[in-house]
């Protein structure tokens, strides 16, 4: 599957392009959501990644700082990776892979790699949900909202959030922090979010996070 960052066109202009997300800032209840890091432990090795990594390696500063926040205010990270066809390989071997030094995308998995405080998940096909333990997990956390993010947009991100938002979880896209294959691929990802599954696309600058 390829997992590639938005081409082009530059965030601003991306911004202008997809339906708006809120301009003010957007409070987020600390209890009962969790950040979904969707296919960021990745390789990017593909045909045409060389002029594509650049732009997640951006995305993944702004989610490392969106994760950062999470923690401190309490919020669980559960990672959602591929698997990559290997049945008996397990998450660390593919952390290890993808941050080796032969790794295109290594700069992107090393910037989030995991902590042992952070849950994961393993999926063998595009949605987190599929044939995976995430409802049992988000049931254990009692987990009522999400903060979608991660590679690609128009693939992964989508299809999990399409399954989030068939089991009535309250969907946050940040905008800022998913890429797909191309600018027009994460545009129409984030409307489809915004507009049938009624998800809230804000900026991760602009989510704040607050303990009731």
């Known amino acids: 599957m390829a997992l590639v960052s938005a081409a082009g066109g530059g965030m601003r202009r991306r911004k202008r392009r997809v339906a708006s997300g809120s301009s003010r800032p957007i409070a987020v209840p600390v209890a009962g959501t969790a950040l979904l890091l969707i296919d960021v432990i990745n390789d990017l090795a593909f045909d045409g990644s060389e002029a594509l990594v650049a732009q997640a390696e951006s995305m993944a500063r702004r989610l490392a700082t969106l994760k950062r926040r999470a923690h401190a205010a309490g919020i669980p990270a559960i990672y959602i990776n591929d698997n990559f066809g290997q049945w008996r390989s397990d ?3 593919t952390v290890a892979h993808c941050t080796s ?3 295109p995308g290594r700069r992107v998995s090393q910037r989030l790699e995991p902590t042992t405080r952070d849950y994961f998940v393993l999926k063998p096909k595009h949605s987190g949900f599929y044939h995976t333990t995430l409802d049992t997990l988000l049931a254990t956390l009692r987990i009522r909202r999400v903060i979608l993010t991660g ?3 128009n693939i992964c991100v989508l299809f999990t959030a399409n399954d989030a938002y068939m089991r009535d979880l309250k ?4 905008m800022d922090c998913i890429v797909s294959n191309t600018a027009a691929d994460n545009d129409h990802a ?3 979010i915004a507009t049938v599954l009624k998800g809230d696309i804000t900026d991760s600058s602009r989510l704040t996070f607050r303990r009731s």
């Open 190 to 192: 984030l409307r489809q």
């Open 151 to 153: 590679i690609a947009g």
């Open 101 to 103: 030094r032969s790794s």
């Open 171 to 174: 969907l946050f896209a940040p």
């Open 91 to 93: 998450f660390r071997q």
